[in-house]
């Protein structure tokens, strides 16, 4: 991704720029917790991800990383639910 831009919603770090393959990175470091904590996070991530991005066919390169602990599904939602409107627009 060389020209992308930065977004900040919650607790949730978005790093994006437009394209025409759909795809998404994820970055969850170790201080986050142990890998069950950071593998249910990458999950909830990619299903909010596919329900919102694939499935309305925005075209994006994402890199998501959070910036605390514990998320919950719903603030993991409601953070790529102001990403969508950012980039529906």
Known sequence: MKASKSLY???L???YSKSSKIEMGLIVSKKYGNAVQRNLF???CRSIFKSYMIDNN????LVVRPKTK???YTTI???FNS???TLSY
Do not use: H, N, P, Q
């Open 58 to 61: 925005i075209g994006c390169a």
């Open 42 to 44: 990458k999950r909830r």
């Open 83 to 85: 990403l969508y409107v």
């Open 70 to 72: 514990g998320l919950t």
């Open 77 to 79: 939602k409601e953070s």
């Open 13 to 15: 770090s978005f790093k």
């Open 9 to 11: 919603f919650r607790d």
